[in-house]
């Protein structure tokens, strides 16, 4: 019902959002994901994750991965109020945490083993347990009623952000090759008036 | 994958737009866009004030604040059968800005606290700032389980907390349980409207409750003197319902939570002639009264029935969950008195009592601490409810019909078979017994003791119809004068200025008729050493007494006998 009250509004919006986005996303070039000054990279930033070539074939979904990937064994997400299960960081998440647990070095990639880790707020540790859950369902199955779990206060069911496998993984809510919104965070949509929160998070 | 996002992008636009109990349009979102007063200079993102990401405090979900810290004071009363310690939990949570210790822009994602306009640091004083002392909050962080419901025995299943109040993961009651801190759409954060107490009593089920006036009046402030509502915007006592007493922050009471210090000014602030139809408030002004303003912080609902420090409060005489419109016979109890406890006349305590007078001889019964007697008397009893048995000679016909089968003075529709009310004597001088448009009930009268009407207690004043008005209310003044009951009536009343009282004691005498029960103000030994009256049956009987220097030898001398 609200669909239709709105639809005409919703048109207008995602029309804004695609032409605004053909402008934004900068790319990777000038990112902080941009490692092509380091000295271990001889210019070449990509091949810090990906190899055109003889890819690493360990993590499935992870195109042409180069990166060495990460094994740590993750302390997960716990809370009594959720009401899913939070399960292991799906590949998309390792990719990411193959840096950013902490365990790897940024520089292991190729088959060679770097001494650069990542620090400070890139730092997430092996330790997921104080970051928002990775390897989380977020649809519901079929036929439960939100307040059955919900009682009142929803959750938003539907999001403009992507999920794998029916999950949110970091990639979900961080965009690894584009500044979108400017900043560090790499982060898919503008945290102001926590819009991104908010995709999900109908509070 | 390419148009699923398209359709989930318009399901998701459509759905949220405008959501009716966003956090984003109310004083929760401290961001600079906030609704509120107390907000961020520039800061724009809304979460972050409570949550973040990455690298949260495993407190809750994704925690992004600090916590205070602080030592609270708990809430306690006599009749609380929860006993919270230090707040945990959620409770902790919301406690991290409102007990005003910690900076609301103190994060633990922001390297600086957030700036917060007007140069605020913590929650400013206020009804939200709740303190260290939570004694004058509603109690948090105790586990509300069946043992709890057995032992309070006015609480509802807590298996039924499935809805919107909820308690948390460890069974506990927390700030949560009442407020969903990211919905304002029914004020105060509450998870559910509270019209009606319909919050309140999702946890509280107290007994007499459903049939109560303070549950169903729908009486209005008529806009006069203080709100008796200052906390809610609810403009009916229905509506009102349990805050009409109460208030689950910053009470004026801090035990059980009421809205005022002290007793007596949460009754008055509906009772005083602004909404309940009657001024109850004004009657304790007058001269006679049961004087709830003689103390504070006495009276305690798991008191003795019979034999707490001395002292009288509404609660005592009133059941504020359990008062109700309902009329009685003589003797059974009104439903003013509904739901509260008494004493029988065989003594014992009852709970609720059935009949008036087992109110009265709580206090006017056995109770030790009673006050001296009005009147010196021959035969010394203050205890009332000993004055009116029924093995007594004479009584009024408070617990049984009278003795005495004449009664020729009796003004109809009472008559010698009549069953009589406390309250037919000791009421309201202005109240409908007296002809007046006052309140009933004895809360307060020109005429000492609490009496419906006028009655002198002290000889040597001229006979009239005013000043033994209250005798005169059954017993015709006709009838007396005419000596219709005892042929020297005028002759004292009249003739003596003696009043009614210095030869009758009117609740009862155990071993005299007709209520004889001389004023030793004013009656000692005649000259044969006695002072008696002697019945000898029917309108038949003599005195031996000396009054007001007159030597009565009834036992010896024809003069003094009938």
Known sequence: ?203 | MKTAPLLLLSLWLLASAAWAGSIVTTKHNLSVNGAGTVKAVTESEICIFCHTPHNGSREAPLWNRFSSGQTYVPYSSSTAKAHPGQPTGDSKLCLSCHDGTVALGMVRNRPAAIQIQGGLTTLPSGATRLGTDLADDHPVSFVFDAALMAADGQLQNPATLTGAVRLDASKQLQCTSCHDSHDNQFGKFLAVNNTASALCTTCHNRTYWSASLHKTSTKTWNGAGTNPWPHTSLTTVQANGCENCHRPHSAGNKPRLLNFAGEEPNCYSCHNGNVAAKNIQAEFAKTSVHSVAATTGVHDPTEDAVNPPRHVECADCHNPHAAKAQTATVPAASGDLAGVKGVSSAGTVVNPLVNQYELCFRCHGDSTNRGPARIARQVVQTNSRLDFQSANASYHPVLATGKNPNGPSLIAPWTTASRMYCTDCHNNNQGPGAGGTGPKGPHGSAYVPLLERRMELTDNQTESAAIYALCYKCHSRTSILANQSFPFHNLHAVGGDVNCLSCHDPHGVSGKTHLINFNTAYATPASNGQLRFVDLGTRSGFCDVMCHGKNHTGSTNPDFRY
């Open chain 1, 1 to 203: 019902m609200l669909a239709l009250r709105r639809s005409s509004v919703a048109a207008g919006f995602f029309g804004a959002v695609l032409a605004a986005g053909a402008t934004a996303f900068a790319g990777v070039t000038g990112s902080i994901h941009d490692f092509s000054a380091r000295g271990w990279t001889g210019g070449e930033s990509c091949k810090v994750c990906h190899v055109p070539h003889h890819a690493e074939q360990t993590l499935a979904d992870a195109p042409l991965w180069n990166h060495t990937t990460t094994v740590a064994a993750f302390t997960l997400y716990r809370s009594s109020t959720l009401h899913k299960t939070v399960g292991e960081p799906g590949t998309r998440s390792k990719a990411c945490l193959s840096c950013h647990d902490g365990t790897v070095a940024l520089n292991s990639f190729g088959g060679a083993v770097g001494g650069e880790f990542a620090a400070g707020r890139a730092l997430v540790g092996p330790d997921l347990s104080d970051d928002h859950p990775v390897g989380i369902a977020f649809y519901h199955a079929p036929g439960l009623v939100c307040s059955n779990c919900h009682g009142g206060r929803p959750m938003r069911l539907v999001s403009t952000l992507p999920f794998f496998d029916g999950k949110v993984e970091c990639a979900s809510c961080h965009d690894v090759h584009n500044q979108r919104v400017g900043g560090a965070r790499l982060v898919r949509t503008t945290l102001a008036g926590s819009a991104l929160c908010l995709h999900c998070h109908p509070k």
